[in-house]
């Protein structure tokens, strides 16, 4: 590959990214991760029946910045909660437990509300801690218990609106991302 084409694939890239972004856009991005996910312009590493494993296209933490994103077009966490989605969940969250401990990513985030770029479901792995994310003491023992609970979080209105984030680190707990506070903090919790 010359350094030429190099540059225009990695233009074409981020002229995507930046489309994909848009909030008219989201459909867009939803029919292609749920029926062409394949001609995306990411490096795909692994997939299964419904979720695959990308590289993340302009990762801003961790030296591994991979993103798990369902073959389904998804637009956010919560509409990822509703029952018709219990088999794809399941299977997300095995595939992406294989995923962190093959590439070594024990970090795992999925944005909601404001904090969500693209609006297509997608949850972030790596193995830092997002630097800007912001933890409350709400936790949750695991993903599905999560998303059962997100409509009885406190504050829930005010979250999305500000945005937030769901974080699982090390401890295996699911944490809300909402007031500054270091990730390191997260290990201390029971």
Partial sequence: MTSA???????VRQFAFGIARSRPAGAVVRLMFGRF???????????????????????????THLLAVPLRGIRDISSLASNRHDELRAELWQQTAQWQ?????????????SR?????VHFHLSDECPPDVVLSDETFGNWELALAGLGQLTDGNTLLKAGFGLLCGPDGRVHTATSRRPCGAVSSIP
């Fill in 5 to 11: 084409s190099y540059g225009s694939e990695v233009e």
């Fill in 37 to 63: 996910s394949r001609l995306l312009p990411l490096e795909r590493l692994a997939a299964s029946k419904r979720v695959a494993l990308y590289r993340h296209p302009r990762p801003v933490y961790g030296s």
């Fill in 101 to 113: 401990a093959r590439y070594e990513t024990p970090w795992m985030l999925v944005n909601a509300g």
């Fill in 116 to 120: 969500q770029d693209v609006f297509q």
